[in-house]
């Protein structure tokens, strides 16, 4: 992991949304892709989609739990 910044800013930010609502992350860490991942596999969210264009990783989780 280079940073869990991407990790912990998306664990405070999905607590702010409703279950079933949509969590966009744009991450520059090459790293969180495999840990935002692993992040939703231990919680139960659900990734609905991951993009990676131009060193920018797009990241939409649905809110499960």
Do not use: F, H, S
Not at 22 to 43: C, G, H, Q, Y
């Amino acid at each position: 992991m280079y940073c869990p910044g991407p990790v912990l800013e998306t664990a405070k930010a999905i607590k702010q949304i409703n279950v079933g609502e949509v969590l966009e992350v744009l991450a520059t860490d090459p790293a969180a892709k495999p840990d935002i991942e692993a992040w939703a596999r231990r919680t139960g969210n659900q990734i609905l989609d991951i993009k990676q264009d131009n060193g920018v990783t797009r990241i939409l989780i649905k809110r499960v739990k």
